[in-house]
């Protein structure tokens, strides 16, 4: 059964930082990206951010709100995706999801799509 | 950043309605759409990708068409479980981005 589970979410103080992690089981890491979603209280989804998997370097693409605060990171050996917050402000208070993207390719040109998301973690910036 | 606009924000149906939502791109993104529901409390659950492709497992009354700028979600006939927010996705270009959501409400 493909499980991701975050886990590092909690109350931190406006500026501070905070790394949450997420433990993926049942597929093999190593083939995909992975990505960041959050979603403040009553609010819709943002995409946060994406890493790439080794094939393509662990690249990575940041939502502009983020950038520069926020550095997404994998270990495929150890099953984990994590997202390092700092410089936090009131306004990154959400839920964050983990989510595994799926690839497909259709008619010769290639999709994405997040198949498999975490439960989410709670992030709480306030003083 | 490529903006999504989803309508309606919200509707009310009643179970074996049809229903269409409709996402509009602010620049073509081929078919690089996605709809996603969330029920509350939980996380987003993925319906369709590529625009029209049914995500296996998900149920034929959930159809998806359009492409370039104009997209629609379509439940063919409503059931009790299919209440919930539907969000669609860009993902043809970064940063990606959501639509703001509808929910479907229970008339």
């Known amino acids: 059964e493909v499980q991701l589970v975050e886990s590092g979410g909690g109350l931190v103080q406006p500026g501070g930082s905070l790394r949450l992690s997420c433990a993926v089981s049942g597929f093999t890491l190593s083939d995909y990206y992975m990505d960041w979603v959050r979603q403040a209280p009553g609010k819709g989804l943002e995409w946060v951010g994406r890493i790439r998997n080794k094939v393509h370097s662990y690249t990575t693409e940041y939502a502009a709100s983020v950038k520069d605060r926020f550095t997404i990171s994998r270990n495929d050996s150890e099953h984990s995706v994590f997202l390092h917050m700092n410089s936090l402000k009131t306004e990154d208070t959400a839920v964050y999801y983990c989510v595994r993207d799926f690839l497909t390719a259709i008619s010769g040109n290639t999709y994405t799509a997040f198949d498999m998301w975490g439960q989410g973690t709670l992030v709480t910036v306030s003083s | 950043a490529i903006q999504m606009t989803q309508s309606p924000s919200s509707l009310s149906a009643s179970v074996g309605d049809r229903v269409t939502i409709t996402c509009r791109a602010s620049?073509?993104?081929?078919?690089?759409l996605g709809w996603y529901q969330q029920k509350p409390g939980k996380a987003p659950k993925l319906l369709i990708y590529a625009a029209s492709s049914l995500q296996s497992g998900v149920s034929s009354r959930f159809s998806g068409s359009g492409s370039g700028t104009d997209f629609t979600l379509t439940i063919s006939s409503l059931q009790p479980e299919d209440f919930a927010t539907y969000y669609c996705?860009?993902?043809?270009?970064?940063?990606?981005?959501f639509g703001g959501g509808t929910k479907v409400e229970i008339k």
């Open positions: 620049q073509g993104i081929g078919s690089d």
């Open positions: 996705l860009q993902d043809d270009n970064y940063p990606l981005t």
